[in-house]
């Protein structure tokens, strides 16, 4: 380990920054930031670095640097491109034992600034010792995604309880099983969603009743889109990673599962046409049961649990039995297919509106409203519509819809195996049996379909 991370209480501090540059500039802003009083040498300086000095208290100085001007900073950042100044500077600081940084310039530094992930007051600093600051700012992209924003005031409603948890709670050991079942609970969730009070309250019930009782679970119903993992929500992703078990249909991908927490259970609910592994009543009462045992429970669809995902059925049995559970939407089928194949859904040539319809059958016959689905401003998405390909086209044309409508059946939409097949509603159905296809698919009917050929970027 060539450095050892500090943080540094800067407030009030003085700060010199020698450089007045954008590089200061951005400097600047974190230690603004932290409450430092700057103060600013160089021949020109920014305007927006100007304010931050004059808001600071602190002073600007229109000129090159000077030995005396280290009188003037605790800490020291030299961000110029003179090698000279920054060798100057360098030498002279650490010769009074002032940290200094030397920006671009690993070397000549005794302290190092990270790269920051603030969710104040929880901090977190990454570093490459200046070997690879590309890398540490990749780092700190993944981190924010894991962290949101809210653990800030996770970490301001934790404070308030630390010393009574102390008293509480006199095993270390267990204090620890505390704060991590505190973090690890709906108790934390009520936090990211802003219900302080309500966090704050159970906090508190659970000092006054039993610290070492069982919290109660909860249900995220997430949606994990059409298939692309970079299609998740960053809300998503957070609640996958937490889950203790998570029950799962067949249009999730693997490349989607393969981002759920590594040791949570698994329990497949999927279902085919004709064929349901778990019939829907029983998937309800078992999001209802494990949440009863305290278990956090991750209910993944493909899509949009709101579209044609069943998941209005799921929440009424949990808020009927006073489960605490949220939603988190996902990119619905319709339009991570259609994004992903070059067809716009909507378009002021071609279709001023987009209707979903499912593709199920009822009772062996596609029972449809055919006379509304004629409009040819209209953009048509039959979710689940391969095996009804044929009837499905064939009703649109005999209750008089053009048949050279263009027309596009999607595999595997956004997935490194998705096939996008284009035709007409009166050609397509003899184009597919031409070609292997298999669920999930996508059947898009409409002007915009025309457009794919010319905005098609996925897979070129």
């Known amino acids: 380990m060539n450095y050892m991370p500090f943080f540094f209480d800067m407030r009030q501090r003085d700060c010199l920054?020698?450089?007045?540059?954008?590089?200061?500039?951005?400097?600047?802003?974190?230690?603004?930031?932290?409450?430092?009083?700057?103060?600013?040498?160089?021949p020109y300086i920014t305007d927006e670095l100007q304010s931050m000095v004059v808001a600071s208290d602190g002073e600007c100085f229109f000129r090159v640097y000077q030995s005396d001007d280290l009188d003037r900073g605790a800490v020291i950042i030299c961000a110029t491109d003179v090698q000279g100044v920054n060798q100057q500077v360098s030498t002279e600081a650490q010769a009074r034992r002032l940290p200094v940084n030397v920006v671009d310039s690993p070397s000549l530094c005794s302290i190092i600034t990270p790269t920051i992930v603030d969710r104040s007051p929880l901090m977190i600093a990454i570093s490459s010792g200046g070997d690879a600051p590309v890398l540490a700012r990749q780092m700190r992209a993944k981190l924010e995604v894991i962290f949101p924003a809210a653990y800030g005031s996770l970490a301001k409603v934790a404070s308030q309880f630390r010393e009574r948890v102390k008293v509480s709670i006199s095993s270390e050991a267990k204090r620890l099983r505390f704060w991590e079942k505190v973090f690890?609970?709906?108790?934390?969730?009520?936090?990211?969603?802003?219900?302080i009070d309500e966090a704050t309250a159970d906090i508190e019930t659970l000092l006054n009743s039993n610290p070492n009782a069982e919290l109660s679970g909860e249900v995220y119903l997430v949606g994990g889109g059409p298939g692309d993992p970079d299609l998740l929500t960053f809300k998503a992703l957070r609640l996958?990673?937490?889950?203790?078990?998570?029950?799962?249909?067949?249009?999730?991908?693997?490349?989607?599962?393969?981002?759920?927490?590594?040791?949570?259970?698994?329990?497949?609910?999927?279902?085919?046409?004709?064929?349901?592994?778990?019939?829907?009543?029983?998937?309800?009462?078992?999001?209802?049961?494990?949440?009863?045992?305290?278990?956090?429970?991750?209910?993944l669809k493909g899509g949009d649990p709101f579209i044609f995902g069943r998941g209005g059925e799921e929440i009424e049995l949990l808020a009927e039995n006073n489960i605490p559970f949220q939603v988190?939407?996902?990119?619905?089928?319709?339009?991570?297919?259609?994004?992903?194949?070059?067809?716009?859904?909507?378009?002021?040539?071609?279709?001023?509106?987009?209707?979903?319809?499912?593709?199920?059958?009822?009772?062996?016959?596609?029972?449809?409203?055919?006379?509304?689905?004629?409009?040819?401003?209209?953009?048509?998405?039959?979710?689940?519509?391969?095996?009804?390909?044929?009837?499905?086209?064939?009703?649109?044309?005999?209750?008089?819809?053009?048949?050279?409508?263009?027309?596009?059946?999607?595999e595997k939409g956004t997935t490194p195996d998705?096939?996008?097949?284009?035709?007409?509603?009166?050609?397509?159905?003899?184009?597919?049996?031409?070609?292997?296809?298999?669920?999930?698919?996508?059947?898009?009917?409409?002007?915009?379909?025309?457009?794919?050929?010319?905005?098609?970027?996925?897979?070129?």
């Open 17 to 42: 920054i020698i450089g007045g540059g954008s590089i200061a500039t951005r400097k600047a802003r974190l230690l603004a930031k932290a409450g430092a009083v700057l103060y600013v040498v160089a």
């Open 328 to 410: 988190v939407p996902g990119i619905t089928a319709a339009s991570g297919c259609a994004a992903y194949s070059g067809i716009p859904l909507t378009h002021r040539d071609h279709a001023q509106s987009v209707r979903f319809i499912t593709g199920h059958t009822k009772e062996g016959n596609v029972d449809l409203p055919w006379a509304s689905l004629l409009d040819s401003s209209q953009t048509l998405v039959f979710y689940m519509g391969l095996v009804n390909l044929q009837p499905i086209c064939t009703q649109l044309i005999a209750h008089g819809r053009d048949p050279e409508t263009p027309a596009a059946l999607i």
């Open 240 to 299: 996958m990673q937490q889950a203790d078990v998570v029950l799962y249909d067949r249009l999730v991908s693997d490349a989607v599962m393969n981002l759920v927490r590594r040791d949570a259970e698994r329990i497949y609910v999927g279902k085919r046409t004709s064929d349901h592994a778990v019939p829907q009543q029983e998937i309800n009462q078992r999001l209802v049961d494990l949440a009863k045992e305290g278990k956090r429970v991750l209910r």
């Open 184 to 195: 690890g609970s709906s108790i934390a969730e009520k936090v990211f969603v802003g219900k």
């Open 418 to 460: 998705q096939q996008v097949i284009v035709g007409t509603i009166s050609s397509l159905p003899e184009l597919i049996k031409q070609q292997k296809v298999e669920a999930p698919t996508l059947l898009i009917i409409g002007g915009v379909v025309s457009l794919h050929k010319e905005l098609n970027w996925y897979q070129q």
